[in-house]
C-alpha cells in the first residue's frame, strides 16, 4: 500500500485558520506584530519575505519590513534591532538569512530580545530548550511536530531517528520529539550505516540538505517520514532529502516537497508571534 501523503499545505492553512481566529477573538487587546530584516538582495530571501508579509496580512498580525543594502554595516544593522526590541507594536522580530559574509550572524541574532525571538535562534531560547521551559522554539522544527500530531502519528515511545544535527533544524527537532517521549537518534555524516540507523525509525526525519538521499531501503515498512530538505535540482525541480516515489511504496505516511513542511514553517512563525503577544501580556 502507498504512503499517506501528509498535506503540509493543508495543514498550514488550518493552523492559520486557528490564529486568524484567535488574533481576531482578541482583538480589543491589541494586534501581534511582526518586524522582517532583510540585508542585501538576495533574491529567494526577497520572495520568502515578501510570503511572510502576505500571510501576516491574511491572518490580521501587523507586520514591518525593514530592507538594508548589502553594504550596510553591522553597527547599522544592530541599531535597527536595538529599536525593533524598544518598539511596543512589535512583538516578534525575524532576520532573515543568510546575511552578507561581512557581518557576523551570531552577534546579530544574539541582538534580538529574548522576549522577542519568534525565530528561536537566541542563546537563551536554545538553553530553555533544552531545558524543556517555556520560550520560542525555532519554526521549522515546530512545524515538524506540528504535522505529525496533525497527522495523529503517535510520538510517545516512537523511535524516531533524525538526520542532520544543524541548530537550525536537526537538534532542535530532536529535543522536541525527546520531549515528548520519542527515543531519538540524531544521525550526520560520520554515521555508521546509516541505513540501517534509519531502518529502526517509527518516525524519520530528513533534514540533510540532499537532494533525494533517503530511499526506500533506508525506510522501515510503515513509517513516518518528514522531509526538511528543500533541493533544486540542475533541471530546475524541487525536490527534498528523499526520494518520495520509492520512499513512498514503504513508508506508512510522507511529506511531499513542495507542499510538506515548507508551508508549516511560516504557520509557525506567526504562530511564535501571537504567542509573544500573549507572552508579553503575562498569559502565555
Ligand atoms: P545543514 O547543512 O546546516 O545541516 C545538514 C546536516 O546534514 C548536517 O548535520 C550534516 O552532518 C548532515 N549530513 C550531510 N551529509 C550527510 C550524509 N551523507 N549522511 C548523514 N548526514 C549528513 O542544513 P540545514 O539543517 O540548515 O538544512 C537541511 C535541509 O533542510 C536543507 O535542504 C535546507 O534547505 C532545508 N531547510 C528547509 C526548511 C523548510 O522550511 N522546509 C527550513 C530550513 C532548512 P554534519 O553535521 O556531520 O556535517
Sequence with gaps: MRAARIDGKQIAQQVRDDIQREVAARSAKGVPGLAVVLVGDDPASQIYVRNKRKMCEAVGIYSEEYRLPETAKESEVLERIEALNQNPKIHGILVQLPLPKEIDSRRVLDAVSPDKDVDGFHYLNVGKLVANRPGFVSCTPLGVIELLDRSKIE??????????????????????????NATVTICHSR??????????????????????????????????????GINRLPDGRLVGDVDFEGVSEVAGAITPVPGGVGPMTIAMLLLNTLQSVKYSEGQG
Design 191 to 228: 554515521t555508521r550505516d546509516l541505513a540501517a540507523v534509519c531502518r529502526e525509525a517509527d518516525i524519520l526525519i530528513a533534514a540533510i540538505g540532499k537532494p533525494q538521499f533517503i530511499t526506500k531501503d533506508m525506510v522501515k515498512p510503515g513509517a513516518a517520514v518528514i522531509d526538511v
Design 155 to 180: 510520538i510517545s515511545g516512537a523511535n524516531a531517528v533524525v538526520v542532520g544535527r544543524s541548530d537550525i533544524v536537526g537538534k532542535p527537532t530532536a529535543l522536541l520529539l525527546l520531549h515528548r
